[in-house]
């Protein structure tokens, strides 16, 4: 919150220094959420442009990082909306084991079985179920991240989760 406050005392170096701390993480968030690197570098690009603009307006009622997430995920969602751009599948390393850990096949099968399933949700069910099942945050945290309501972020979780149990229950039948 210092080097934003430093940035709108003036100090023309500060926001150079919040962006060093915070850009392999924003970079991250906007990989998950975009469909190509291209975009993703896009959409962080006019993220850090709308946060040097409006950085007089941060009230300090969340943490800097929390806020500039807030502004990449809505930078992504932007764009995706402009381009009418497939999804990105945001699918965490090691995230996903077969039932059988030493059959490589049936990984690999299941990896994309998930990845179709995930491209097939809405954007906005999509960047809920993985805010909230994948990173672990509260519904709160993602409420505020995606500038919806709680609830919001309830039904969006469990719309998604309804659509990922039916595209996903072939992988039931063939892993029992």
């Known amino acids: 919150m210092e080097l934003l406050a430093e940035h709108v005392r003036g100090d023309r170096y500060a926001f150079a220094d919040l962006i060093a701390r915070h850009q392999d993480y924003l970079w991250a968030v906007a990989r998950r959420n975009c469909r ?3 975009d993703a570098a896009d ?24 806020w500039l997430h807030r502004i990449v995920v809505n930078s992504c969602l932007d764009r995706l909306r402009r381009n009418a751009a497939r ?3 945001p699918y965490p390393e090691g995230g996903w084991e077969p039932a059988d850990r030493h059959d490589e096949y049936a ?8 990845r179709v399933a995930l491209a097939e949700l809405p954007d906005e069910q999509r960047m809920a179920v993985y805010l909230v099942d994948v990173e672990g ?23 998604a989760r309804l659509k990922l149990a039916r595209s996903l229950a072939g992988l039931r039948e063939h892993a029992g």
């Open 36 to 38: 190509d690197a291209e």
């Open 137 to 159: 945050r509260s519904v709160a945290d993602a409420a505020q991240m995606l500038g919806v309501a709680g609830g919001t972020v309830k039904s969006r979780c469990a719309r």
């Open 87 to 89: 999804p990105s599948v």
């Open 107 to 114: 990984h690999v099968d299941a990896s994309m079985t998930l």
């Open 43 to 66: 959409a962080v690009q006019e993220a850090l442009l709308s946060a040097h603009r409006r950085a007089a307006a941060f009230r300090g009622e969340c943490a800097v990082r929390s």
